[in-house]
Nanobody, 115 residues
């Protein structure tokens, strides 16, 4: 069983930065495919970025060049560095881990971009 706990959300002005963290329990973190998703009010949950166990990454077009996903297997953690934030980035951000048919979600952390 894997438990995921996000942190780092908050209120930030447009153009600002935040760094989200996701800490995982369990011994299989290094082989998990990890990702960050977000869900804005009234919208479906969408993929923001993902990182494979080997380190390759993939981003939604809306965040390319602004967000960076990374992982530290020694710390069982995955991060999302968010720069040049826009009001449309406002959402609850969720950490997701997966391997084969097993999927794990964190509880989410709120990110609000507003002046």
């Amino acid at each position: 069983q894997v438990q995921l706990v996000e942190s780092g959300g908050g209120l930030v002005q447009p153009g600002g930065s935040l760094r989200l963290s996701c800490a995982a329990s369990g011994r299989i973190f290094s082989i998990l495919r990890m990702g960050w998703y977000r869900q804005a009010p009234g919208k479906e949950r969408e993929l923001v970025a993902r990182i494979l166990s080997g380190g390759s990454t993939d981003y939604a077009d809306s965040v390319k060049g602004r967000f960076t996903i990374s992982r530290d297997n020694a710390k069982n953690s995955v991060y999302l560095q968010m720069n040049s934030l826009k009001p449309e980035d406002t959402a609850v951000y969720y950490c997701r881990g997966s391997i084969a048919s097993s999927v794990y979600w964190g509880q989410g952390t709120q990110v609000t971009v507003s002046s």
